[in-house]
Structures are given as structure tokens and as C-alpha cells.
């Protein structure tokens, strides 16, 4: 079975083609940070035009990439939600249209679900069942994966999720958009113990995260002091180093509870380079394996769309003539 997939849920455009046996064949993506970057973020009416520029110039690319054509593909992919709806409604529009006119299923994905199957993706994959930490600019939970489709939320954010807090702590420190990266490259450059963050929660039992007062601690910490680049690099220093341990612990916590002697890394804070080394400790301790997609594949693509349209096709899984397209889609409603 060979996959067509498609990804326009916020600010990249991309597309890719998944061969069960061949496995990925191609992938292309349009990032569009350099347009948003003047506004300081996502603006979601730019981020929607230009997916209705970019969809059919990379659909070309990536079947040409793959060496397939309307007739070896078997099915057509897209992400479905969550995410923002006039991005989302692009991707589908383009899907469905594309599945009628090429007489084949065109199915929704969730885009959660897209990065929790990441890692499938990689020579070595982790088998059924196993534990994901699902951590990005919108998401941060621990989900109990059982197997496809079979999705327990054990621990989630209450508030900011840590790559929003990444993200809004790296504009208080007057870094460009987007802000995580920026801040974790400042980070290298800082001194460990010049400033010390609270670990939200890790003062108490249960898996739940808490960022928004690590945000309000950055804030506390820079009030009255001069920008200069020492003490700027010190504080995204602690930052990372705050919001790391909070991660690690849980995951932790989380691989002792369930059971798990599987974790997998999901999502754009996934790429995070102290976080990975400070996982494959923490696991290590604890007897378990790690396992991370590469980092391509730890922010949105179409290559973990495809995978996953991929899986659910095999598994039988249609969508009939319907369009799906919903800003909001909890992991755990969608089944197999």
C-alpha cells in the first residue's frame, strides 16, 4: 500500500509518500516562519493562503521525488485536526478533491497521532504497546499507547504547554520568532545554577504538568535587570534546564506506573538536545528504552501523515466522500 500525505495544520506546508514495504519514498516541506516572523507568531489568514500556494507545486515534487503517479497511489491522507481551521480546511479541501478525482480514499488524520507514530518512521521502531510523551508548542501530555488507535491520556498540562512556555519565555528574553530553538541555542551558552527555576508539581504526586508559573518566574527573574547577553543566556539556561528535569521526572514517574519499558519522544520539543540526553539517562536508570524520531520528523511533516494514513488504510479504515476538518479533536475519542 502506498500513501499519499499531506500536513497544512498551522505554519508548514507539507507533503510526503509512504510505501508500506519501500517505506518512506519522499517528503517536502514549505516552512513558513520567515512570513510570520515580522508578526512575532502564526497569523492564521497568511498561514492559510499561502498552503492554497504551496499544496500542488509540493504534491508534484513528492510524487516525482517517489517515482509514483495517480495510479500507485492507493490513498491520500491528511491532517484532519486539531489545529487551525482555515490551515486545516486547505489540506482537506485539496485531499478530498484530489481522492475524488483520482478515485481513492481519502482519509483524515489526527495530527496528534501523526507525531505519537513519528518514530514508527525510523530503521529501528519501538513496537505496541509503549509510552509517549507527546510534548510541543500546543501539546504536553503522556499517553498510554496500547496500540494503534488505543490512546490513555495518564498526565497533561493544565495550563501552558512547555513549548509555549519555551516559546513566551524566548520573546521575554527579546529572541526572535520562533522563539524554543532560539532559546535553547542561547541556552548552550549559559551557566548551570546562575539561576534557578521551580520544577512545577514535581512536589507532589500524579503526572499532570504545570508551565505557566515556570513563565512567570522567568519574567520575576529578568524584572530590573539589563538585557545584556551573560545574563540572557544564564536565564535560558535554568529555563531549559527547569523545564527539562520536569519532563524527565514524569516520564519517569509515568514508566514506573504503566509499566512501560517503552518511551517515545513526540513532537517539536522532542528535537530539544539537553532534553534527549537527559531521557536516555532517565530511562536507562529505570530499565527502559528511548526512542525519538529523527529531528525532521519532530515538528509538523507529512511523512508521519502518511505513515499513519498508511496504517489506518491497512487496517480497513475509511472515510467515504466526507471532508473532516475540526480545530479542536481530543487523542483519546478516535480509535481505530
Not at 507514530?117 to 510534548?135: G, M, R, T
Not at 536508570?285 to 501523515?305: H, K, Q, S
Amino acid at each position: 500500500m502506498r500513501v499519499l500525505g499531506i500536513e497544512s495544520s498551522c505554519d508548514e506546508t507539507a507533503v510526503a509518500v509512504y510505501d508500506e514495504i519501500d517505506g518512506l519514498l519522499s517528503h517536502r516541506l514549505h516552512s513558513q516562519v520567515a512570513m510570520h516572523q515580522a508578526y512575532g507568531g502564526v497569523v492564521p489568514e497568511l498561514a492559510s493562503r499561502d498552503h492554497v500556494r504551496r499544496l500542488l507545486p509540493l504534491v508534484r515534487e513528492a510524487l516525482a521525488d517517489a517515482h509514483s503517479d495517480r495510479d500507485s497511489i492507493d490513498g491520500v491522507a491528511y491532517t484532519a485536526g486539531p489545529g487551525l481551521i482555515g490551515a486545516l480546511l486547505v489540506g482537506a479541501g485539496f485531499a478530498t478533491a484530489l481522492g475524488v478525482a483520482w478515485r481513492k480514499p481519502a482519509l483524515g488524520i489526527h495530527h496528534l497521532e501523526g507525531h505519537l507514530l513519528a518514530p514508527l518512521l525510523e530503521p529501528k521502531p519501538p513496537d505496541f504497546p509503549f509510552l509517549a510523551l507527546l510534548v510541543s508548542g500546543g501539546h504536553t501530555q503522556l499517553v498510554d499507547v496500547a496500540a494503534l488507535g488505543s490512546y490513555r491520556i495518564v498526565g497533561e498540562t493544565l495550563d501552558d504547554a512547555a513549548g509555549e512556555a519555551f516559546d513566551k519565555t524566548a520573546k521575554l528574553l527579546g529572541l526572535p520568532y520562533p522563539g524554543g530553538a532560539a532559546l535553547a541555542t542561547l541556552a548552550e551558552h549559559g551557566r548551570s545554577g546562575q539561576f534557578v527555576f521551580p520544577k512545577p508539581m514535581l512536589d507532589r504526586p500524579g503526572l499532570d504538568f504545570s508551565f505557566s508559573g515556570l513563565k512567570t518566574a522567568a519574567l520575576v527573574a529578568l524584572r530590573g535587570r539589563e538585557l545584556l547577553g551573560t545574563i540572557r543566556a544564564d536565564v535560558a539556561r535554568g529555563f531549559e534546564e527547569a523545564v527539562v528535569e520536569t519532563l524527565a521526572e514524569k516520564c519517569r514517574r509515568a514508566l514506573v506506573q504503566t509499566g512501560h519499558k517503552r518511551l517515545v519522544i513526540a513532537g517539536g520539543v522532542g528535537a530539544n538536545r539537553r532534553l534527549r540526553e537527559r531521557l536516555a539517562s532517565v530511562v536507562m536508570a529505570v530499565g527502559a528504552e528511548v526512542y525519538f524520531p529523527r529531528t525532521e520528523f519532530c515538528t509538523d511533516n507529512g511523512a508521519m501523515i502518511a505513515l499513519a494514513g498508511c496504517l489506518r488504510l491497512k487496517a480497513g479504515q475509511l472515510h467515504g466522500l466526507g471532508m473532516s476538518a475540526r480545530a479542536n479533536w481530543e487523542l483519546g475519542s478516535i480509535g481505530v
